[in-house]
């Protein structure tokens, strides 16, 4: 069965970065894009950006642009989300979702906790 | 950049009663795109609807969507209890802000 299954929860610091990843299993991991969602605590869904990984083509939010990096290593089927300069307001559940255009199986979500 | 907007906010209902959902787009879309999502607390989004219409894999069939150009609906026919929850619709990757549906 499909399954997306994320890193573990973060605590960080004001400045630092925070690397996510999300494992891949039950399918072709090259034949489905990634894309990365955040949700804040009590909030809405916000969209960060996708990652072919077939391709390793990237788009990102332009909220995010200059901030964000998502990769992928295809030997072990697993994307990554960098997210660099963290603040308070980055805190939140960081989800991958698989698909292009919806998100038919979803990662069971990493909470980052941007604190000093 | 296109906005969606979700009404009502919250929707406060009885188990048994029919909920309709709505998500109203800034322009016109290509209902291909339009999803809908259920959400509970703790959980990661599902997918229920996609391309407006189409139930995804083992959505019950009370579940439905319909709509286009830039009016969509999700409706629930008759409530059970593991259907209170918040709902979000999405096109290409923007989402409503969401639709929560409570028990009355």
């Known amino acids: 069965q499909v399954q997306l299954v994320q890193s573990g929860a973060e605590v960080k610091k004001p400045g630092a970065s925070v690397k996510v990843s999300c494992k891949a299993s039950?399918?072709?991991?090259?034949?489905?894009?990634i894309n990365w969602v955040r949700q804040a605590t009590g909030q809405g869904l916000e969209w960060m950006g996708w990652?072919?990984?077939?391709?390793?083509?990237?788009g990102y939010a332009q909220k995010f642009q200059g901030r964000v990096t998502m990769t992928r290593n295809t030997s072990i089927s697993t994307a990554y989300m960098e997210l660099s300069s963290l603040r308070s307001e980055d805190t939140a559940v960081y989800y991958c979702?698989?698909?292009?255009?919806?998100?038919?199986?979803w990662g069971q979500g990493t909470l980052v906790t941007v604190s000093s | 950049e296109i906005v969606l907007t979700q009404s009502p906010g919250t929707l406060s209902l009885s188990p048994g009663e029919r909920a309709t959902l709505s998500c109203r787009a800034s322009?016109?879309?290509?209902?291909?795109?339009l999803a809908w999502y259920q959400q509970k607390p703790g959980q990661a989004p599902r997918l229920l609807i996609y391309?407006?219409?189409s139930r995804a894999t083992g959505i019950p069939d009370r579940f439905s969507g319909s709509g286009s150009g830039t009016d969509f609906t999700l409706t629930i026919s008759r409530l059970e209890p593991e259907d209170f929850a918040v709902y979000y619709c999405?096109?290409?990757?923007?989402f409503g802000q969401g639709t929560k549906v409570e028990i009355k």
């Open positions: 391309g407006a219409s």
């Open positions: 999405q096109l290409s990757w923007t």
């Open positions: 322009q016109s879309v290509s209902s291909s795109y």
């Open positions: 990652m072919n990984p077939n391709s390793g083509n990237t």
């Open positions: 979702a698989r698909g292009a255009y919806k998100g038919d199986y």
């Open positions: 039950g399918y072709t991991f090259t034949s489905y894009d």
